[in-house]
């Protein structure tokens, strides 16, 4: 639960910016940190130190250093959601905003493949793969009322396409990033036309 957000007082909104203040502070140092040692050998301790603040406003904000990660990449989660109402492809498929997705993570190169290595990549993995999942599922129903049968298959296709998004995003990350985002965006549309292909 946000600490942050079950406070009151006379002056939300200087709240607010303290708030964000504090949460962008403890942000920086993170990513700083995660240059520098990678996410494994971040300790809370270090964070702090480097945002010059107390453990206490460490700990009001965030409960882990994986939870204050998955807050710093709160934007990946709306570059794939994109536009639930979109059109499918011919072939049925849903369409997700992949080029933005992967130009986002061009402009970042270091920073993204800093968080390819390691146990940190297993945690943006699962975040990228329940967000992607969600999304596949909610446009491939497209709001229609399907059967038992027809939502567990769209399920799994879901499934097997998030996974196998994700594996090709950190396979060209890990590869240098050589391909074109619009290049990886429009491979991402082929292979959602494979997996969902009727």
């Not at 799994?156 to 994700?166: D, F, I």
Request: overall charge positive; glycine content about 8%.
């Amino acid at each position: 639960m946000d600490k942050a957000k079950k406070k009151s007082g006379n002056a939300p909104a200087k709240e607010d910016r303290r708030v964000a203040r504090s949460r962008q502070a403890l942000s920086k140092a993170f990513v700083s940190l995660l240059m520098e040692k990678g996410y494994a050998r971040v300790s809370i301790r270090d964070i702090v130190e480097r945002a010059n603040v107390g453990r206490s406003t460490f700990y009001e904000h965030f409960e882990n250093k994986e939870q204050l990660m998955l807050w710093g990449h709160e934007h990946l989660k709306a570059l794939l959601l994109g536009d639930p109402a979109a059109a499918p492809s011919a072939s049925g498929a849903p369409r997700l905003p992949f080029l933005g997705l992967y130009i986002h993570l061009s402009e970042s190169g270091p920073m993204a493949q800093a968080l390819g290595k390691g146990p940190g990549a297993e945690i943006v993995s699962g975040f990228l793969r329940d967000t992607l999942r969600r999304n596949l599922e909610t446009q491939a129903t497209g709001g229609r009322k399907t059967s038992i049968a027809e939502r567990a298959v769209l399920a799994m296709k879901a499934e097997a396409a998030s996974a196998g998004l994700v594996a090709v995003l950190w396979r060209w990350v890990k590869d240098g990033m050589r391909q074109t985002p619009r290049a990886m965006a429009d491979f991402c549309d082929a292979y959602l036309d494979g997996v969902f292909a009727r």
